[in-house]
């Protein structure tokens, strides 16, 4: 999937529970994250943070992206 869209995606979710303030707010985007996105999904919108690629996320985003478990490489 393309950075962009998962970026976009992020900043919905971002968006959705913005209202709760950043720091729990991030913490419900995590959590969304952690439940409902694929695990390749979760890697890669972290490689982009990691690389410096995700630009426009948005900073609930994130942090929330900066909490997530994302799996390991075997």
């Given at each position: 999937m393309?950075?962009?869209?998962?970026?976009?995606?992020?900043?919905?979710?971002a968006?959705?529970?913005?209202?709760?303030?950043?720091?729990?707010?991030?913490?419900?985007?995590?959590?969304?994250?952690?439940?409902?996105?694929?695990?390749?999904m979760?890697?890669?919108?972290?490689?982009?943070?990691?690389?410096?690629?995700?630009?426009?996320?948005?900073?609930?985003?994130?942090?929330?992206?900066?909490?997530?478990?994302?799996?390991?490489?075997?």
């Open positions: 393309k950075t962009e869209k998962l970026v976009r995606m992020a900043n919905q979710i968006g959705f529970f913005s209202h709760e303030g950043p720091e729990r707010g991030a913490a419900s985007v995590a959590d969304h994250l952690q439940k409902f996105w694929d695990p390749r979760r890697a890669q919108i972290a490689a982009a943070v990691d690389e410096g690629r995700a630009e426009g996320l948005d900073p609930i985003a994130l942090s929330a992206v900066r909490q997530i478990t994302v799996p390991r490489a075997n």
